[in-house]
């Protein structure tokens, strides 16, 4: 079901959400009664039709009927979005009876104790210690704390790296260590998390590895250090420039500007240091890596484009809004049996948001989200809008959500983390929504998450983890 309406221009504003509801009020409240809508929903692990259940993992995934129920659900819905566009606050009538069940509490307990099973495989060990992590971030930490005196070397170490990640003393100082140690296999990921735990005290020792490096890999102006000793210098230049410390401004430009082969990843390094120098190195940066773009080859520039959208530069941003709408960008292909995929461009840009990006990108990707009918870019539309989490649009993005019984690019599983990552107090008003789900899963561990202000990795696991 689409919410039609005659102007396109207001999709997503209040008028838009609230145009035809009127007319559909005094019909609606019997129709919550009814309890005869059924619903049928594609499952995103295996995209076949189910009805109204509770997943493993404890994700409640309601369905829906075919399309002749149609203006039912239109009616059904209309209440619940009222509702929305007033805040979220007031209900659709009395909520439906339902059972709110607490899946990742055992799940973390099951989790506990496979991790801290010392004859357990490593293997099953490590993927135990991202479960527990997920289901219960609190009850982690201090198993974690355990397991950084653990005997297998790759649960100590994932341990420690976890710990860090929460910004925990112990594994902050293991990264530490490890960056200052040669022998070390993943200096690289300990300058990473040192350059996200925003304690300034780590800005000496990542400092330190960056004029190394400048030092000792470059012979007459080249680079001849290893790949290991490019990422290590890539990550601790980020990481010092998140870090904010006016002294060592001069380094980063430096180290960004002799960056080996003109690797455009350090360039995110200068969003974080406002200086004309930096605009300097990112325009021409920019320039060398505009060329005539392909789909499957990205050639408008936009790792550049994101550290100046980022320091304020107003051709930046509206070049960068552009082409998050795929405007000036290849036509994205339209696979026939598959899900579509934005040309390499455009995948870059919505890659790129952070939660630093929200106040410049967000209303481009929540408009990007609401176009019907739905195609390339919905889905990414819809992760991006997780990751940045502009909490001041969580109610309009729920009305956006229930504005339709089913969206065939995003799993209701999406929607829902989707939700949590901008707003866990709407959580409750989301669900009113599916009143045929009887059990609502509390959603204990991605709550944790995103209080800790760790909601992306619901998104992006840990790989590319740079903080924010």
């Not at 009814?34 to 039709?49: E, F, K, Q, W």
């Not at 930046?316 to 934005?342: C, E, S, V």
Request: net charge positive; with cysteine.
């Amino acid at each position: 079901m689409v919410m039609a309406h005659d102007n396109p221009q207001e999709r997503g504003t209040d008028r838009h959400w609230r145009a035809p509801l009127d007319k559909l009020r005094a019909n609606t409240d019997p129709l919550w009664k009814a309890g005869r809508l059924r619903m049928r929903h594609l499952s995103p692990r295996t995209h076949r039709s189910r009805a109204v259940r509770v997943s493993d993992a404890g994700r409640a995934v309601p369905a829906f009927r075919p399309a002749a129920l149609a203006n039912l659900l239109a009616a059904a819905l209309a209440t619940s979005l009222l509702a929305v566009s007033a805040g979220c606050r007031a209900e659709p009538g009395p909520r439906p009876s339902r059972q709110v069940k607490d899946f990742d509490t055992p799940r973390a307990h099951r989790a506990r104790a496979r991790t801290l099973d010392a004859g357990a495989p490593s293997a099953s060990r490590l993927a135990s210690i991202a479960e527990l992590v997920d289901a219960d971030v609190e009850q982690a930490q201090p198993a974690l704390a355990q397991l950084v005196r653990d005997a297998d070397e790759p649960v100590r170490r994932s341990a420690a790296e976890w710990l860090a990640i929460l910004r925990d003393p112990v594994g902050l100082d293991v990264q530490a260590r490890c960056l200052q140690d040669s022998r070390c296999l993943r200096r690289h990921i300990a300058a990473r998390l040192l350059g996200a735990s925003e304690d300034p005290r780590y800005a000496p020792l990542l400092a330190q590895q960056v004029r190394r490096i400048l030092d000792t890999d470059y012979r007459d102006g080249v680079w001849n250090g290893s790949n290991e000793k490019r990422a290590l210098l890539l990550y601790a230049t980020i990481g010092l420039a998140r870090l904010g410390r006016a002294e060592d401004r001069n380094l980063i430009l430096d180290a960004v500007d002799r960056r080996p082969s003109d690797d455009p990843a350090f360039l995110e390094a200068l969003g974080y240091v406002d200086d004309a120098r930096s605009r300097e190195i990112l325009w021409r940066a920019h320039e060398k890596l505009q060329h005539t773009p392909s789909c499957e080859e990205a050639g408008l520039g936009v790792p550049a484009l994101l550290p100046l959208s980022r320091l304020g530069e107003p051709l930046a941003i509206q070049r960068l809004k552009d082409i998050l709408r795929g405007i000036g960008t290849p036509p994205d292909p339209a696979p026939a049996n598959a899900l579509p995929i934005p040309c390499a461009d455009r995948a870059q840009a919505f890659d790129g948001l952070r939660a630093q990006d929200a106040a410049r990108f967000a209303e481009t990707v929540f408009e990007i989200a609401a176009r019907e009918p739905e195609g390339t870019g919905t889905r990414e539309a819809w992760r991006a809008l997780a990751i940045m989490h502009p909490r001041e649009m969580g109610d309009r993005v729920l009305a956006l959500v229930i504005s339709k019984p089913h969206w065939q690019s995003v799993p209701h599983d999406v929607l829902c983390r989707v939700i949590l990552a901008i707003n866990p107090d709407l959580h409750d008003a989301f669900w009113d929504a599916y009143p045929n789900v009887a059990v609502v899963p509390l959603q204990r561990g991605y709550r944790s998450l995103v209080q800790r202000g760790l909601g992306r990795l619901m998104f992006t696991g840990t790989y590319y983890w740079t903080g924010d």
